[in-house]
Nanobody
Framework: QVQLVQSGGGLVQAGGSLRLSCAAS????????MGWFRQAPGEERAFVVG????????LYADSVKGRFTISRDNAKNTVYLQMNSLKPEDTAAYYC?????????????????WGQGTQVTVSS
């Protein structure tokens, strides 16, 4: 069992930055690809970015390329999402998730463990 605890998020003006963290505990973090998803009211949960266990490969949704950066520190069992140049359309609840896969997957059902979610609100 992997427990994921998120921190960060909040309210920021358009153009600002936020960093989300996701700390894993319980069963070993080893071997899990990690992803960030977001869900706005009335919409489905959508893939934002993912990273392989080694950190050697990442995959970004087109909407966040060049603005968001995912990273992980396996020694700390933590994955980060740095969000820059935030836009009002980035407003959503953000979730980190762990997938027992070698590659990054973009489908939510492939992720077996989820964080509790954290709200990001970008004002115009």
């Amino acid at each position: 069992q992997v427990q994921l605890v998120q921190s960060g998020g909040g309210l920021v003006q358009a153009g600002g930055s936020l960093r989300l963290s996701c700390a894993a505990s319980g069963r070993t973090f080893s071997g899990y690809a990690m992803g960030w998803f977001r869900q706005a009211p009335g919409e489905e949960r959508a893939f934002v970015v993912g990273i392989t266990w080694s950190g050697g490969s990442t995959l970004y949704a087109d909407s966040v390329k060049g603005r968001f950066t995912i990273s992980r520190d396996n020694a700390k069992n933590t994955v980060y999402l740095q969000m820059n140049s935030l836009k009002p359309e980035d407003t959503a609840a953000y979730y980190c998730a762990a997938s027992n896969t070698i590659v990054v997957v973009t489908t939510a059902r492939r992720y077996g463990y989820w964080g509790q979610g954290t709200q990001v609100t970008v004002s115009s």
